[in-house]
């Protein structure tokens, strides 16, 4: 009989090494484009039938193994498991909501901290690789989102879970790889929504309070200090965190920095790369080395893989480790914008839409429009 099971359960059976194999049933570019880790392709439309030659590649990729079939939203991989069935597959999942609802799989990860009172809790999106933060105090019982995702009750969760309520809610910069919770949620919890000052130069038609360089809020005894680092984006800010935890949104990545094209144009890179060297140089790299680094992204491959880390543990490292063993780092200036300028990847999908939905100048047309437009894994590292 054939099973169906959340996106979260099949992110738990990766997790625990079970023995399955994971047939997608997408088209091939789609794909390549874009898997679970450890996918098998196996094409399958919606008007197609299973003949001999797709069920002898079916039986070659599962090797007698159980099967769990994932497609685009759940629609094709149902009747693809039911004519398995048939043909004399007894052991048959389907993943409810496909890669759509596979892509709103989170992990809540605890960050350690030298301050008892202070807490981290680092919300990392699986299948695109966002990291979002709910930071606070324990003694006073408040705390502020960071970087929310459009999935905005993980972080009421997070935040519930661990015995806080949310009195902020901030966004590093105008993203451009998914839409941004932070506005809605604001709303909803009727708090302050606050964004760097300089905003106010991408025409952001959201409400927001800005936060000026070096100006300071308070949660409770816990201070985060707004850092203007300008590069990625011309209004990015960093926030340091008790002076412990630097939330870098996409200036700088555990692997890699941000790149600089997606607001400033092909044209105008080098502009927003000299911009990032000098954040980097004379903003971020001045802290301390024992200063945390904790990320907006985490680079995720094509196969669905972290670049760096693993799903649940910790994308987080010292900023004097970075210093170290982060090439970008250690360029002069114009090696850095060169390098920066010359090997641009591929943009996200959607990019200039998704920027226009998260300045508030757009809205959305259709629910649906907002899962299509976030797809993949994100893409804002250089």
């Given at each position: 009989m054939m099973n169906q099971i959340e996106p979260a359960q099949l992110a738990d059976m990766l997790d625990a090494g079970e023995s399955f194999t994971l047939v997608d049933t997408r088209p091939e570019d789609s794909y390549e484009a874009w898997h679970v880790p450890g996918a098998e392709n196996v094409p399958y439309g919606p008007d197609d039938d299973l003949d001999e030659e797709t069920l002898d590649q079916v039986d070659e990729v599962t090797n007698g193994k159980p099967v769990v079939a994932i497609c685009g939203k759940g629609l094709t991989s149902t009747p693809f498991s039911f004519e398995l069935e048939q043909h004399g597959y007894d052991d048959v999942s389907v993943v409810k909501g496909g890669m759509e609802?596979?892509?709103?799989?989170?992990?809540?990860?605890?960050?350690?901290?030298?301050?008892?009172?202070?807490?981290?809790?680092?919300?990392?999106?699986?299948?695109?690789?966002?990291?979002?933060?709910?930071?606070?105090?324990?003694?006073?019982?408040?705390?502020?989102?960071?970087?929310?995702?459009?999935?905005?009750?993980?972080?009421?969760?997070?935040?519930?879970?661990?015995?806080?309520?949310?009195?902020?809610?901030?966004?590093?910069?105008?993203?451009?790889?998914?839409?941004?919770?932070?506005?809605?949620?604001?709303?909803?919890?009727?708090?302050?929504?606050?964004?760097?000052?300089?905003?106010?130069?991408?025409?952001?038609?959201?409400?927001?309070?800005?936060?000026?360089?070096?100006?300071?809020?308070?949660?409770?005894?816990?201070?985060?200090?707004?850092?203007?680092?300008?590069?990625?984006?011309?209004?990015?800010?960093?926030?340091?965190?008790?002076?412990?935890?630097?939330?870098?949104?996409?200036?700088?990545?555990?692997?890699?920095?941000g790149r600089t094209e997606l607001q400033f144009g092909d044209e105008d890179a080098a502009t927003g790369a000299e911009l990032l060297y000098e954040s980097l140089h004379e903003t971020i790299l001045d802290l301390p080395d024992d200063v945390r680094i904790l990320p907006g992204h985490v680079s995720v491959a094509t196969n669905g893989r972290y670049e760096v880390g693993s799903p649940g543990d910790p994308i987080a490292a010292r900023l004097g480790d970075l210093r170290e063993d982060l090439d970008l780092l250690g360029m002069d200036e114009d090696a850095f914008v060169d390098r920066l300028t010359d090997q641009t990847p591929e943009k996200p999908p959607n990019y200039e839409r998704v920027i226009d939905l998260n300045t508030g100048r757009d809205d959305l047309d259709d629910p649906d429009e907002a899962t299509e437009l976030e797809l993949g894994p994100n893409n804002c590292a250089a």
């Open positions: 609802d596979w892509s709103t799989v989170y992990e809540a990860v605890p960050i350690d901290t030298r301050n008892d009172d202070l807490v981290i809790a680092q919300l990392q999106r699986r299948a695109k690789g966002c990291l979002g933060y709910v930071v606070g105090s324990k003694s006073a019982a408040k705390a502020v989102v960071v970087d929310a995702t459009r999935q905005t009750d993980q972080f009421k969760i997070a935040a519930e879970e661990a015995g806080l309520t949310i009195e902020r809610v901030l966004d590093t910069h105008v993203h451009a790889d998914h839409i941004s919770g932070g506005p809605t949620l604001a709303e909803t919890l009727g708090v302050p929504y606050h964004l760097g000052e300089r905003a106010s130069d991408r025409d952001v038609a959201h409400e927001y309070d800005p936060l000026a360089d070096g100006e300071t809020i308070e949660v409770g005894d816990v201070e985060i200090e707004a850092l203007h680092t300008p590069g990625h984006t011309s209004e990015m800010v960093n926030y340091l965190v008790d002076g412990e935890a630097l939330l870098t949104g996409d200036t700088l990545f555990v692997e890699s920095v």
